[in-house]
Antibody
Framework: EVQLLESGGGLVQPGGSLGLSCAAS????????MSWVRQAPGKGLEWVSR????????YYADSVKGRFTISRDNFKNNLYLQMSSLRPEDTAVYYC????????????????WGRGTLVTVSS | QSVLTQPPSASGTPGQRVTISCSGN????????LHWYQHLPGTAPKLLIY???QRPSGVPDRFSGSKSGTSASLAISGLRSEDEADYYC???????????FGGGTKLTVL
């Protein structure tokens, strides 16, 4: 059974930093691309970042580019999101999601998600 | 403002059939596959439909998806109380080089 468990959320001041982790189990972690998706209070889902199975390629939404860094440890089966220069608009529940990543990007989709961890950016 | 447009709410009575729409444009829905997710607040979102009309194993055939041009639809037949949740459409956007989601539709079973 695929399981994704996020941790590391909390309250941080504007301009501060925070690191999130996602512990993965139940599948060949290193074989799949992974993503972070967030949901601000009362809003819809927003894709944040993705990383290839090897960790060699990373991509970001324009809203977080230059401030967030995605990484992974394929020995520990962990996905990470390091967030810096945080803004109040970064307040959201952050979800870790596994990508079904065979073929062209148009075929890809998020097939498993975690329950999320809440990040609140406020003074 | 979400890139994909969904109605904010939908409702139906048990046993009814309801549809939820999702509209986009030529850089997202037209060129790429559309997927649907079911989300109960506080839980993990669940893949409901992938690649326009495919159901993952375990998803009842009461759920079906379709796509035509710049729009897509999720249909739920034989509505049940446990279907009450938020539903999101999602796809890849060639112009934004990222995944885009609808704003979500809150389904209420009356």
């Amino acid at each position: 059974e695929v399981q994704l468990l996020e941790s590391g959320g909390g309250l941080v001041q504007p301009g501060g930093s925070l690191g999130l982790s996602c512990a993965a189990s139940g599948f060949g972690f290193s074989s799949y691309a992974m993503s972070w998706v967030r949901q601000a209070p009362g809003k819809g889902l927003e894709w944040v970042s993705r990383i290839s199975g090897s960790g060699g390629s990373t991509y970001y939404a324009d809203s977080v580019k230059g401030r967030f860094t995605i990484s992974r440890d394929n020995f520990k089966n962990n996905l990470y999101l390091q967030m810096s220069s945080l803004r109040p608009e970064d307040t959201a529940v952050y979800y870790c999601a596994k990508l079904y990543d065979y073929g062209d990007l148009k075929f890809w989709y998020f097939d498993f998600w975690g329950r999320g961890t809440l990040v609140t950016v406020s003074s | 403002q979400s890139v994909l447009t969904q109605p904010p709410s939908a409702s139906g009575t048990p046993g009814q059939r309801v549809t939820i729409s999702c509209s986009g444009n030529s850089s997202n829905i037209v060129r790429n596959y559309l997927h649907w997710y079911q989300h109960l607040p506080g839980t993990a979102p669940k893949l409901l439909i992938y690649r326009n009309d495919q159901r993952p194993s375990g998803v009842p055939d009461r759920f079906s998806g379709s796509k035509s041009g710049t729009s897509a639809s999720l249909a739920i037949s034989g509505l049940r109380s446990e279907d009450e949740a938020d539903y999101y459409c999602a796809t890849w956007d060639d112009s934004l080089s990222g995944w885009v989601f609808g704003g979500g539709t809150k389904l209420t079973v009356l």
